[in-house]
């Protein structure tokens, strides 16, 4: 069992940046491919940013060249840098692990662009 905990989330003003972090459990760490996705009312969990065990990194077109997705193996911990956020951007962040055959959830971090 996998455990997740996301940090980091906030209100922002359009244009500003947001550092989201994941801390996650086990000594397996750096065999986990990680990945953030996002979630707007009533619609469907999109992936935001992936990350693998040896770093390659996949991102939505709609983040790309705004986000940065990386992970300190040392730390057990996957971040998200966000800048030029827009109000688009608003909605809740979550955390995923995959290792083996499953599949770990954060319970997610609100981050809100507003002015």
């Known amino acids: 069992q996998v455990q997740l905990v996301e940090s980091g989330g906030g209100l922002v003003q359009p244009g500003g940046s947001l550092k989201l972090s994941c801390a996650a459990s086990g000594s397996m760490f750096r065999l986990y491919a990680m990945g953030w996705y996002r979630q707007a009312p009533g619609k469907q969990r999109e992936l935001v940013a992936a990350?693998?065990?040896?770093?390659?990194?996949n991102y939505a077109d709609s983040v790309k060249g705004r986000y940065t997705i990386s992970r300190d193996n040392a730390k057990n911990t996957v971040y998200l840098q966000m800048n030029s956020l827009k109000p688009e951007d608003t909605t809740v962040y979550y955390c995923k692990a995959r290792y083996g055959r499953g599949d770990y959830w954060g319970q997610g971090t609100q981050v809100t662009v507003s002015s």
């Open positions: 990350i693998t065990s040896i770093g390659s990194t």
